[in-house]
């Protein structure tokens, strides 16, 4: 309505070029010129440039209506946005001010801020409800001294950690942080450690910290509480770094380029697990709390005992494999050659993990990143449901076009890819999340930068850490399964074969070149390696072999994926009663008898 009035009497709209800079959303307003429209009423878009109505922002969840830039939020407008309503109880709403270095003007200037943001400083905390989950929660505003993390920031956020330590309840902490309040000096930089330590304690605990960072987190935030989370969101574009740009074009003198340290950067460099849009953000963090609720996740791992009308002879002797064995016969399907298998396995039109990953689970979230290098496209993680039960889940993913296996790096996996794994899975022991691992690759990545980044230690790393875990692990090979780089994913509880995938030590023509030398001798190789799911059946290398009654394709794959999601129940139901120790002691002696 305000702009229709404001369309009326203006025409076109207000022109803002002669303003010298635009204004964060609810910044001090620069539209102040302009005659008899209400002051407060229209802004200039500090993003695009262009007129935009205020109304219309917080209608947008402050964003600019035009061009979908990302304004600051207030801390108790966040909670308005984010939490159920009328849940927020503010905790240490009034700390006693300070002023360890007795710094002359400082308390005057923080009279000042609280005065005009009607706020005590630059943190608010407390408990809430988001979507029905409770939490505990703390929220930094960047217009208080650049929401800087003095002692009173440093100590209500880790009194709340502490708290939710306290109350066994999860943490969601919105960093927004220009840095270290210099007018505290060395007590600033003690709150780093201060606030680390806390987590610390809450994580052993065994409770679950979600990080969202906002336009801008730096400094000594970034170098604590921001970067610690078991799970860090970002908002789109936002800000995050140590050392500002600033400092970085000043100290080296080199222009940054475009990008640089924005959301988007960190997340390929792996250090984000999501990028979350503002209106998304509510669903998905109750969603990752409930994922790492571990009273749910006992709960619905024990209704698996009854998902299965299998016959239990069935299960035990030879599982899928007799039911396989009995539908050959009778449909008259002639046995493929294991170089035919070879070739199913690495046809591109067979359906890669992500397929079948669609069918079984349900509301996929994905994480990305090792937390140190990279996020692999050859690897893809996150949470899931399966028939309610949250749940691991790892693949390692082939592309489906020329464009997609670049991305995928062709499902050869990069030493950051491993960690990613590794990561996502330590996540799932420390939250008792059952974890299915796909495996469908030609093998690890062989290349330099592979060698750069350690794919051996990578690896290796993964076949000892996934060794100790005390939930169940089940892998499943969809189609190759090529030597070191499937084995990471494998040291599993049971592991399990679709019929036409293969699982190997090399390739069959490297073999064939070592052996014969003579790689066209690939088929006969194929042959006396036993690579097939049935060999590796009577080697006792798998439990499982999933039928494909024709080779799996887009025709088929349901059927296919109804096979696997039947196996899976079974498999769960089989653990809910065993204790985590034993859980893992049996994934040792299964690979003790080797
Ligand atoms: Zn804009």
């Known amino acids: 309505m305000l702009r229709d009035i404001f369309e009326k009497r203006m025409g076109k709209g207000p022109d803002f070029s002669r303003l010298k800079r635009g204004v964060n959303a609810e910044g001090d307003n620069d539209a102040r010129n302009l005659p008899e429209i209400p002051d407060n009423m229209w802004k200039k878009c500090n993003f695009c440039g262009k007129p935009i109505l205020t109304a219309d922002v917080k209608e947008n969840l402050y964003r600019c209506p035009k061009c979908g830039g990302y304004f600051r939020v207030h801390a108790y407008r966040r909670v308005e946005i984010l939490c159920d309503e009328g849940s927020f109880q503010e905790w240490d709403k009034e700390m006693p001010f300070v002023n360890p270095l007795d710094f002359p003007g400082y308390k005057a200037k ?44 440093g100590e209500k956020i880790t009194r709340a950690i502490e708290k939710a330590t306290e109350m066994r309840l999860p943490i969601v902490i919105y960093c927004c942080s220009g840095g270290a309040r210099m ?35 730096t400094g000594g935030v970034t170098a604590s509480f921001a970067m610690l989370g078991d799970v860090i969101l970002a908002e789109p574009k936002a800000l995050i770094g140590f050392a500002g740009p600033r400092v970085i074009e000043q100290t080296i003198r080199q222009k940054l380029p475009e990008g640089f340290q924005r ?57 899928a494999v007799n039911a396989a064995g009995a539908e050959e016969k009778a449909s008259g399907k002639t046995e493929s050659t294991a170089w035919q298998r070879v070739l199913i396995s690495r046809d591109p039109k067979r359906p890669t993990a992500k397929d079948y990953m669609d069918l079984i689970f349900d509301d996929f979230i994905e994480l990305h990143g090792d937390r140190c290098f990279g996020d692999d496209g050859a690897v893809i993680g996150g949470l899931a449901y399966f028939h309610g039960l949250p749940v691991t889940v790892i693949a390692q993913q082939k592309g489906k076009n020329t464009k ?4 995928r790096n062709f499902g050869m996996p990069l030493p950051e890819g491993y960690r990613k794994a590794l990561r996502l899975m330590k996540q799932a022991d420390d939250f008792r999340r059952p974890i299915i691992c796909l495996i469908d690759t030609p093998g690890a990545y062989p290349g330099m930068e592979s060698e750069e980044r350690g794919q051996g ?63 066209k001798k690939a088929p006969e190789a194929a042959e006396v390696m036993k690579i097939t799911a049935a060999d ?46 034993d859980i893992a002691r049996e994934r040792y002696d299964r690979f003790r008898s080797f």
């Open 263 to 319: 959301s988007e950067f960190l997340l390929k460099h792996g250090f984000v697990d999501a990028i979350v849009k503002r209106e998304d953000q509510r669903e998905v963090i109750s969603e990752i709390i409930r994922l790492h609720d571990k009273d749910l996740i006992e709960k619905s791992m024990k209704t698996f005992g009854r998902v299965s009308d299998l016959d239990e002879a069935e299960i035990s002797a030879d599982g």
């Open 404 to 407: 997609d296996n670049i991305l």
């Open 183 to 217: 007018q505290e000096g060395i007590i600033s930089l003690m709150q780093m450690a201060k606030t680390s330590e806390a987590l610390k304690r809450h994580h052993d605990a065994g409770l679950l910290y979600i990080s969202v960072l906002t336009n801008p987190t």
């Open 110 to 153: 923080v009279d000042v801020t609280k005065e005009k943001f009607k706020l005590d400083e630059a943190v608010i905390s407390g408990e809430c409800l988001i979507n029905g989950e409770r939490t505990a929660l703390c929220i930094c505003d960047g217009r208080f001294i650049m929401s800087s993390m003095g002692h009173n920031v």
């Open 457 to 519: 230690e990578a690896i290796a790393r993964c076949l000892y850490e996934m060794s100790g875990v005390k939930v169940p692990v089940v892998s499943l090979v969809v189609g190759e399964g090529g030597s070191g780089g499937a084995l990471a994913l494998a040291v599993s509880n049971e592991v399990w074969m679709l019929e036409n995938a293969i699982y190997s030590i090399l390739s069959p023509e490297g073999f064939a070149s070592i052996l014969y030398k003579d790689s």
């Open 536 to 581: 590796l059946k009577k080697l006792n290398v798998i439990e499982k072999i999933i039928r494909e009654d024709e080779p799996a394709s887009s025709e088929n794959i349901h059927e296919i994926a109804k096979l696997i999601d039947e196996e899976l129940s079974d498999f769960l139901a089989r653990y809910k009663d065993k204790t985590p120790d």
